[in-house]
């Protein structure tokens, strides 16, 4: 396993449309490995692969329950209810927003052995399947914020 290097907030792999994975080769499953490595190290609950530069389908979660989740091309199916909650991203770090989420998802993948499996989530869990999976969209949290916070800054402050 290798940290990789989280690429700058402006960069074009973090706009463009992620590649689905055609083949779970060797090279998909380290890079897997990589992303859960330098997820843990960054401190946070979720990463997608065009985050480290590279545009593949590819996301790992871990919303701080011990359970690593890894999806190959993630397809949304399911999503009910909104709620507004304080949101960042690795990409744009010192920032957050107050981003709407659907507060319950449910999501279809590929496991490491090119399975297809069903994950249903809520709350943070659901805030970060659709946080990542607008990854592989290039969309970013900003893109759908109703308030963007500064450094610094808490929210409510000019409430
Ligand atoms: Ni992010």
Redesign the pocket.
């Known amino acids: 396993m290798a940290l990789r290097k989280l690429v700058a907030g402006d960069s074009a792999v973090l706009r463009a449309q992620a590649h689905p994975v055609r083949t779970i080769d060797r090279v998909i499953l380290n890079l897997l490995d990589d992303m859960a490595e330098t997820m843990y190290h960054a401190k946070g609950v ?1 990463l ?1 692969a065009p ?1 480290i530069g590279i545009s593949k389908q590819l996301v790992v979660i871990d919303i701080g329950d011990g359970r690593l989740l890894e999806l190959i091309n993630p397809v949304l199916l399911e999503a009910r209810g909104e709620v507004l909650d304080l949101e960042g ?3 744009l770090p010192g920032i957050s927003g107050e981003v709407p989420r659907a507060e319950w998802v449910a999501v279809q993948a590929l496991d490491r052995q090119g399975r297809e499996f069903r994950l249903e989530g809520e709350g943070l869990l659901a805030r970060a399947l659709q ?2 999976l607008d ?1 592989l969209q290039g969309i ?2 900003i893109d759908r914020a109703k308030k963007i916070l500064e450094p610094g800054e808490s929210p409510g402050e000019d409430r």
Do not use: I, K, V
Request: net charge negative; hydrophobic share 35%; glycine share 10%.
């Open positions: 979720g997608a985050q991203c690795l990409s946080h990542e990854h970013l949290f």
